[in-house]
Antibody, heavy 127, light 108 residues
């Protein structure tokens, strides 16, 4: 059974750095083709992909947020950590982590949808 | 980045009716790498369809996806009460991965 769960602060102040942890079970981030991504959703708005890390430590970031994001993994703890610097009230959102489904790949990259999702954690940015 | 536009914004239907949701991409989606998700209030999205037409594990066969290139459709053949939700399309053929703005299916 695959599960993912997000954890981290519920409230951060503007300009602070947010650190979120995704703890998962039921799969290994060391296994070929596996990835874990982060997606956020402002209240009442659409989903936005943020970052993704693969089994081989390859990483992808949203270009619009790349300068503020860092994604890392700890395979021994079955965790993926996302940090986002210089938080702003517009970053208020529910943050989800999700694992990737069956991976396709070619010389130009990897291709996979998001299969299992965590329950999400609401992060509010306010002074 | 590939912009996805979903229509209509809201679909008001009765249980038992057929729902057709559209997702259009501003440029062709690589190898039809398009997914559909269902999201109910207070819940995480749930994968319904991947690769434009493949149902995810455990998804009822009343859900079907079709399309290619820039035009994709999610069809719910007969709406059940639990199907009233928001539906998102997502392309994963080009980075950055992008989502549509969603279509809300509500009870008429």
């Amino acid at each position: 059974q695959i599960t993912l769960k997000e954890s981290g602060p519920t409230l951060v102040k503007p300009t602070q750095t947010l650190t979120l942890t995704c703890t998962f079970s039921g799969f290994s981030l060391s296994s070929f083709g596996v990835g874990v991504g982060w997606i956020r959703q402002p209240p009442g708005k659409a989903l936005e992909w943020l970052a993704l890390i693969y089994w081989n430590d390859d990483k992808r970031y949203s270009p619009s947020l790349k300068s503020r994001l860092t994604i890392t993994r700890d395979t021994s703890k079955n965790q993926v950590v996302l940090t986002m610097t210089n938080m702003d009230p517009v970053d208020t959102a529910t943050y989800y982590c999700a694992n990737t489904g069956d991976l396709d790949y070619d010389s130009t990259g990897y291709y996979s949808y998001f299969d299992y999702w965590g329950q999400g954690t609401l992060v509010t940015v306010s002074s | 980045e590939i912009v996805l536009t979903q229509s209509p914004g809201t679909l008001s239907l009765s249980p038992g009716e057929r729902a057709s949701l559209s997702c259009r991409a501003r440029q062709s989606v690589t190898r039809d790498y398009l997914a559909w998700y269902q999201q109910k209030p207070g819940q995480a999205p749930r994968l319904l369809i991947y690769g434009a037409s493949n149902r995810a594990t455990g998804i009822p066969d009343r859900f079907s996806g079709r399309g290619s290139g820039t035009d994709f459709t999610l069809t719910i053949s007969r709406l059940e009460p639990e199907d009233f939700a928001v539906y998102y399309c997502q392309q994963y053929g080009s980075s950055p991965w992008t989502f549509g703005q969603g279509t809300r299916v509500d009870i008429k």
